[in-house]
């Protein structure tokens, strides 16, 4: 394998499987077949995938419109439609795409038979009743206990976690009759085994690549490169492409550690994200950090959108529906905690990954997300000395994204982390 083959292999794969992923699904609504509609926290496809459903993340085709630049066309048609500009934007890209029976940018969206979701987001559950409403299909919330206070996590031994444990593998063991029911397919424990066999694999492979991260110079930005990995993490989770694709990329970023081999030519400041992407000017975004030298080591976005994939749990295929349940539960949890209770992530995120600055994006549409950020932030400040961005705008709606007073404020940052640095360097 030399350097010309091997580095940008995973962003290169990573956009063709995204592609077959939405061919797929154009494919699934041409035979005219009910798709499952999930989200990616605890979206449980290790599950779903036991009775062939194809797999729809609405999240991810909200995101996709933004990112295409079409997003105001579909926010606009939900809210003439009456909803408010104030909720979620992914919520309104979808409902315009459901009122015009599925088209999107990216191909035809099959519509649901099912939809299957946590309580990671008080949101999906309002969305889920839209589509219950328009389609007249079941709809099954799965109640994930998080956790009560912060440090207050509690492990396998403790009789809470136990009691919370048999509390979700209630509701998985209840789930199962339902996609029976729906997709006429009965349950096989084997391919159960089989699906989280390649859930592992990705798992593995998905806690080693933000461990890599912290090479220096770091191996991919969080932000740019991590968005593509995210949507493989979730489109083909528990698949044996997604399974292959992560330990290649695993492959392609060790090589990249041991050569030395930045992301970008000449890395200067070490940055941590936290919140979501602001898709309507991603790239762009993204470049006003990278023009500086500013690259994102680590995220809680790669936390909470891969679903607490970042732990690399292991399912015991011994045990596969308990297993699943312990999953399901530690997962999302973790991926509950890098919202509601980051700030001991972000400190071990800056003592770990050596950062330099912590950008704080809160978003307009996404309060289970943003609510609280100023008071976390806050908090971090009291508890490291880091310089820090607080920025606003939005993860869909281009009204509300003023590039250049984000560039301002961006510019600004760094020209107090460059001050910040001189001063360290006179000092020493
Ligand atoms: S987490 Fe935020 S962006 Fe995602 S569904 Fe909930 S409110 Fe919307």
């Excluded at 461990?211 to 044996?240: H, I, K, M």
């Excluded at 530690?330 to 050596?354: G, H, N, V, Y």
Aim: proline letters at 4%.
């Amino acid at each position: 394998m030399t350097e010309t083959t091997i580095i940008g292999r995973g962003n290169t794969e990573g956009a063709r499987l995204f592609r077959e992923w939405f061919d797929g699904l154009g494919q699934a609504a041409a035979e005219d077949r009910s798709a499952a509609y999930v989200f990616v926290m605890g979206s449980l496809v290790e599950l779903l995938r036991v009775f062939d459903f194809p797999i729809v993340f609405p999240e991810i085709n909200s995101l996709q419109t933004a990112v295409r630049r079409v997003a105001h066309e579909y926010l606009d048609e939900a809210e003439d439609y009456g909803y408010s500009p104030d909720i979620c934007g992914y919520v309104k890209a979808d409902v315009a795409v459901q009122l015009r029976g599925g088209q999107h940018p990216m191909g035809q969206i099959p519509q649901p038979g099912l939809a299957v979701y946590t309580n990671a987001c008080n949101t999906y559950i309002k969305w889920a009743e839209i589509w219950e409403r328009m389609y007249h299909i079941p709809t099954f919330t799965l109640d994930v206990p998080g956790t009560r206070m912060a440090g207050g996590q509690t492990q396998a031994g403790n009789p809470d976690f136990e009691n919370d444990l048999r509390y979700v593998e209630a509701q998985v063991r209840d789930l199962i009759p339902l996609c029976e029911s729906v997709s006429g397919v009965a349950f096989d424990i084997d391919r159960l085994r089989e699906t989280l066999g390649y859930a592992n694999r990705m798992n593995r492979s998905w806690k080693r690549l933000l461990e890599l991260n912290q090479s220096r110079p770091c191996v991919f930005n969080a932000l740019s490169d991590g968005t593509t990995y995210l949507g493989v993490a979730n489109g083909f989770r528990s698949t044996p492409e997604g399974a292959q694709y992560f330990e290649d990329l695993v492959d392609e970023m060790e090589y990249k550690a041991r050569e030395g081999v930045g992301t970008l030519t000449e890395e200067q400041y070490r940055l941590v994200f936290v919140g979501v992407p602001c898709y309507p000017i991603f790239r762009r975004f993204n470049e006003l950090f990278t023009e500086w030298g500013g690259v994102f080591v680590n995220s809680t976005y790669l936390w909470f959108a891969s679903g607490g994939t970042h732990i690399g749990f292991e399912y015991d295929l011994d045990h596969p529906i308990e297993s699943l349940a312990e999953g399901l539960l530690l997962s999302t949890r973790e991926a509950m905690d890098a919202m509601f209770f980051q700030t001991p992530i972000l400190c071990d995120m800056i003592d770990t990954f050596a950062a330099d600055g912590v950008v704080y994006h809160p978003i307009k549409s996404c309060r289970t997300v943003s609510t609280g950020l100023a008071d976390s932030r806050r908090e971090l400040l009291e508890l490291r000395d880091i310089p820090s961005l607080f920025v606003e705008s939005d993860l869909m709606d281009r009204r509300v994204v003023s590039e250049a007073q984000i560039k301002n404020r961006v510019d600004a940052f760094f020209e107090g982390l460059a001050t910040r640095r001189q001063h360290a360097l006179s000092r020493a």
